[in-house]
């Protein structure tokens, strides 16, 4: 007669794998929450701020001036604070937004925030460059 030996996991081994899962877990989900809110300020709030710039940049291109001018983009639709699908979108220019003579802006900063996310924000700066943008 033979005895057959029955294979399975010891509840220590258990235990170990299911600690070392949760600590792989608490290493991640943070970090996939930041990536989250990052791709939400992308996708919602960057838009709006690229699209404020623009119409920045268009109205100093309508606009027939010999001079430096300071432009007012209060009447400007896409510079308004509005809801968005992240949430609540706040604008904020900064900055004298100026116009050259060559029909150029520049000297200025548009950024936006989701209300409902502290740690990023979208923001268009307005250079002699050009405008560049990004989410920080």
Known sequence: MS???IKA???VELI???AIISLLASISIPIYMKYQNKAKVASYA???VK???YDAAGLCQEINISSSTTLSLNGLKNCESTIVFGGSLTINISGSVTCDSSGY???GTISGKLDSIEE???SC?????GIECSVK
């Not at 700066?125 to 460059?129: F, G, M, R, S």
Request: charged share 10%; glycine share 0%; net charge positive.
């Open 3 to 5: 005895i057959s030996t």
């Open 9 to 11: 996991f010891t509840i």
């Open 16 to 18: 170990v794998v299911i």
């Open 46 to 48: 960057l838009p709006m």
């Open 51 to 53: 699209a404020c710039a």
């Open 105 to 107: 802006v520049s000297d």
């Open 120 to 122: 990023y924000k979208a």
């Open 125 to 129: 700066y307005l250079n002699a460059k």
